[in-house]
């Protein structure tokens, strides 16, 4: 398994709720989690957000692979609170939240993610160096992602068996694995991974 | 007397007539397709002064009061877009709807760049209330993107003042005058490449008949 120290960091990002104050801009890396405020790292790493989410336009609707990511989100409840959007090895991952703006827009949060280096062999440690990271930047900033509870487990499940994920899944501890927010979680990172590694 | 009636009505009637076909063919005019069929526009501005808004309206042509929004951070980007209002029909090749905030200067830059059209949007109440966080904002904006507007002299820029409805002057004479005599308002109309090149357009966005009052606006402009 490869060390944890060669994973990219990760940026987190929510729009302030009051549209005044500085926005939550956070990277985790094998440091940690932390709060950024250079306005120059945040635009350039936005502008970069951007670029995929832009990219993604054009790829949309035309490859096999995102029909398969509809398919499953028809079976997924919740899942359409969260969009993906890959440029190569770059994602943005767009998680529905509770919150809300003071123009009642809902407040979204997006990760930018770089998959580079990322393989089977270390996927798993990938997704628990997210997860803690992203949980922590929801307890920092007092953020509230969608309860993905509401998944129809069973049905995820079964999903994930017939599915090219069955294989890293067995290795995750079973307690984790029942961890419906976890297992979202890992299915995503797990998708966009096997898209780019089929590509 | 009653064919003076009639006569009267018949006249009140063609001048309605006249003056509904007239509006229509002033809007539907030869110089206003010519100048924005198979443009790109650029939709830029702080938080919260409507751009995502502008951006719905010019799509669908109308203002869905109870449509729930996200907060814009990303480019939304729409090829080919048809705007059919009161009879006329332009085709925008491509729309960009930026996010707001000094955060996403970087990505507004990629965009006047790519666009014929920029439209600036800021919120009217709060510059008529000289509301300071505003302004600063605007003039952030400005710090950020005057360089690259004036240096491409061929793009036009909408200045769009949103939410003028919000103030208790709004449709009363001499609102626009005194927005105009705003001084954050002249400074950004110099900063956009001054007044042969920037266009003040004041309206609102509250209601699909104000959504079309302010499209027309800029639609109509000779530029």
């Known amino acids: 398994m490869k060390k944890s120290a060669e994973f990219k960091p990760i940026y987190i990002w929510a729009q302030a709720k009051d549209n005044v104050s500085k926005d939550d801009f956070f990277e985790i890396s094998n440091a940690g989690t ?3 405020g250079e306005l120059d790292i945040i635009q350039r790493t936005v502008y970069e957000m951007n670029k995929v989410v832009e990219a993604s336009y054009s790829s949309k609707n035309s490859s ?19 969009s993906i959007n890959r440029k190569g090895e770059k994602v943005v991952l767009s998680f529905g939240t509770k919150d809300i703006d003071r123009a009642e827009r809902a407040s979204n949060i997006d990760v930018f993610l770089d998959l580079n280096n990322i393989d089977s062999s270390n996927i798993s440690e990938y997704v628990k160096y997210f997860y ?28 994930l068996e017939n599915s090219l994920l069955k ?12 961890n419906s927010t976890y297992l979202v979680i890992i299915f995503v990172i797990l998708i966009v991974y ?3 590694a089929t590509r | 007397m009653i064919p003076v009636f009639v006569a009267v009505g018949l006249g009140v009637a063609a001048l309605l007539g006249t003056t509904v076909y007239f509006w229509d063919n002033m809007f539907d005019s030869k110089s206003s397709k010519k100048n924005w069929d ?11 002064v409507g751009k995502s808004t502008l951006f719905d309206f010019l799509q669908n042509q109308k203002i869905d009061l109870n449509k729930s929004y996200e907060q814009t951070r990303s480019v939304r980007k729409i090829d080919n877009m048809e705007v059919n209002i009161d ?36 919120d009217a109440n709060k510059v008529m209330n000289s509301d300071r966080i505003h302004i600063n904002e605007i003039k952030k904006d400005m710090a950020a993107i005057q360089k690259q507007i004036v240096s491409y002299t061929n793009k036009k820029v909408f200045l769009i003042a949103t ?3 919000c103030h208790k002057q709004y449709n009363t004479s001499g609102f626009e005058d005194k927005l105009m005599n705003k001084s954050i308002i002249l400074e950004t109309i110099l900063n956009l490449g001054g007044i042969e090149r920037c266009k003040l357009i004041v309206g609102s966005l509250s209601s699909t008949n104000e959504a079309k009052n302010l499209v027309k606006q800029f639609l109509n402009t000779d530029i």
């Open chain 1, 64 to 82: 096999l692979k995102h029909k398969v990511l509809s398919y499953l989100s028809k079976h997924i409840k919740d899942f359409e609170s969260l």
């Open chain 1, 167 to 178: 294989k890293t899944l067995s290795s995750l501890p079973e307690s984790i694995a029942r």
């Open chain 2, 38 to 48: 198979g443009k790109r526009i650029a939709v830029l501005g702080s938080r919260e």
């Open chain 2, 163 to 165: 939410k003028s409805d």
């Open chain 1, 194 to 196: 096997i898209m780019i």
């Open chain 2, 87 to 122: 009879g006329a029909s332009l085709r925008i090749s491509t729309s960009y709807d930026v996010g707001g905030g000094e955060i996403s200067h970087r990505t507004w830059l990629d965009q006047i760049k790519e666009s014929d059209y920029i439209f600036y949007l800021l």
């Open chain 1, 132 to 159: 803690e990271g992203f949980m922590e930047f929801c307890n920092v900033t007092d953020r509230h992602p969608f309860d993905l509870e509401n998944i129809n487990t069973a049905k995820f499940e079964s999903i």
């Open chain 1, 34 to 36: 932390k709060k950024i």
